[in-house]
């Protein structure tokens, strides 16, 4: 893992200024410290050699006062600079990453447990890095430079000795570090892994608890608990021993420099003043190596969440076409063949749509009937054979002009967080509170929300929590019927609905479909019966 992944200077723009502020904080806190060291050795001197008095030293102090203050205030400034970099950097990331996954679609962008584990707990990580990381590593390769550059003009042999001991330092953190990047690469897969698996229980229990499986899952998320539990601790260890090696290193190279300088301070061969200078300045020039090495693992999650949210930005986006299919218009199906990883969805499939018409596909599950959907919709791409509409390829077509002029509603529709009208105007921005209401009314909808204390402006939680199955289909529903769309695609738009709502359901689709192109997945004979033609599909084989 670099310690500094050029990947941020490119996605994230705050990174190139806070380095360069990084630099000029680093190049004025090397001064500093040299500085402090000077008029501190001096003293030291004035007073022990030249039996300097308060009044004598007072200026020497005045300075030394003022160049520690500053040297405070720099610090502070590092600081503040890291923290405010550090949320621009999060905030950009999180918004390329949110932006090029609803680019990628459905069927190419990560699990959305991933990617939500990505925004959240994993860029979170990157304060460390940003807060701690980072500016000790700008410091290690100005501070010691510096103080080399001022203890070479007074002594060769100790400048030597630092030259030659200071490498050992960064040798050692990338032995540790090799172990270390793998380490967290696992404990973040395990953390996703949790995330995601969490999330579809979490989405499932009704139904685990139904068939009695809630048990048997809680085991496992403890058995991937475990195991993430044992895989952090494990890397705590390491962080903490590797700690432990580094510092050891430093105080042992330290105090080679200063045995050196005791014997030829003995010898006299090395004045007072000199030998304080370089005592002063030997440490300084190891710690923020040794800083680096302390802070890398604290950082070594952000590192690996960004590496992730980087492996996600590189996945192509398709590329938009120009060609704009009208909605109004024939849509032909040549020998189209689907295939997802492992299995096949759709069989060679060949049917011509013309405009006006309301066709159901039946058959049993899996013989892709939602896969046509989905290719509709460009979220899922032919194996062979193409999809026309208008004699233009759907595959060449710029899929958000198709889009705008597509109303969908998906098996499982999906309704946010927010009020009944703004989940229903989803795919109507502009839509007012009265086609918010006749759309619900001849989805079946309005009755039980104006039961409801804030009728329309009622807020639903996540994934519509508070409503039943029905409930949340029907309000799906309403979405579909307030979208002006020339073509409609419905899958099992009447599921988890009773047979009283179903008729009154069937009869606003059945009215809906005039002037429209609308086809429907179909299992139910009463949504068949309503349908102007019914294409029956066959499952897909794997091929032997």
């Known amino acids: 893992m670099r310690p500094l992944d050029p990947r941020l ?96 679609g459905p069927a190419a962008a990560p699990p959305s447990a991933r990617v939500a584990t990505l925004a959240t ?126 510092e050891l290193l430093s105080t042992l190279s330290v105090a080679l420099v200063a045995v050196g300088i005791g014997l030829r301070l003995v010898d006299g061969a090395l004045p007072l003043s000199t030998a304080l200078l370089v005592l002063i300045l030997a440490p300084e020039a190891y710690l923020p190596l040794r800083q680096v090495g302390a802070n890398y693992h604290a950082s070594a999650e952000g590192l690996a969440a960004a590496t992730e949210v980087f492996s996600v930005l590189s996945l192509p986006v398709p590329p938009r076409a120009a060609s704009r299919p009208a909605g109004a218009a024939p849509l032909d199906f040549d020998h189209v063949v689907v295939h997802y990883p492992g299995r096949p969805a759709l069989p060679p499939f060949t049917a011509t749509i013309e405009p006006g018409e ?47 002029r597509v109303a969908w509603l998906p098996q499982r529709p999906w309704l946010g967080a927010g009020t009944i009208a703004d989940n229903i105007r989803l795919g109507a921005p502009r839509a007012d509170a009265a086609a918010i209401r006749r759309a619900a009314a001849a989805a079946g909808a309005l009755p039980f929300i104006d039961a409801l204390p804030a009728g329309l402006d009622t807020p639903l939680g996540d994934d519509g929590a508070g409503l039943s199955a029905g409930q949340r289909q029907r309000i799906a529903l309403a979405r579909v019927f307030l979208r002006d769309a020339d073509l409609v695609l419905l899958d099992e738009p009447t599921a988890g609905l009773d047979a009283a709502t179903e008729a009154d359901i069937l009869a606003a689709i059945r009215s809906h479909a005039a002037g429209r192109t609308v086809i429907m997945a179909a299992h139910r004979p009463s949504l068949l019966a309503i349908a102007d033609r019914t294409i029956a599909l066959t499952p897909a084989t794997v091929p032997a």
């Open 121 to 246: 707990r994993g860029l979170d990580a990157l304060d460390a890095y940003f807060a701690r990381y980072l500016p000790q590593l700008v410091l290690a390769a100005l501070v010691p430079a510096i103080v080399l550059a001022r203890i070479v003009s007074v002594d060769v042999v100790a400048a030597g000795t630092i030259a030659l001991t200071l490498p050992l330092i960064p040798l050692f953190m990338a032995l540790v570090g090799l172990h270390t990047e793998a380490a967290n690469r696992c404990q973040f897969r395990l953390l996703s892994r949790l995330s995601q698996h969490f999330l579809d229980v979490v989405a499932g229990l009704p139904t685990l608890r139904v068939f009695g499986r809630a048990k048997r899952q809680a085991a496992v998320i403890a058995e991937i608990s475990t195991r993430q539990r044992r895989v952090t601790m494990r890397t705590l260890r390491v962080a903490l021993l590797s700690s432990l090696v580094l």
């Open 358 to 404: 309301l066709v159901a596909l039946t058959g049993p599950s899996g013989c892709g009937k939602s896969t046509i959907l989905s290719v509709l919709m460009g979220f899922a791409a032919p194996s062979s054979g193409r999809v026309t509409a208008g004699g233009v390829a759907l595959s060449t077509a710029d899929m958000d002009a198709w889009r705008a």
């Open 9 to 104: 200077l490119r996605h994230a723009r705050a990174t190139r200024t806070y380095l360069v502020l990084s630099v000029a904080l680093g190049v004025a806190l090397a001064a500093l410290v040299v500085a402090q060291a000077t008029l501190l050795a001096d003293a030291i001197t004035g007073v022990y050699l030249h039996g300097a008095t308060v009044a004598g030293i007072a200026p020497a102090a005045g300075w030394l006062t003022a160049v520690v203050a500053l040297r405070a205030a720099v610090a502070w400034a590092q600081q503040a600079s890291a923290t405010r970099a550090s949320a621009a950097v999060k905030r950009e990331l999180r918004a390329r990453l949110l932006a090029h996954a609803a680019r990628l």
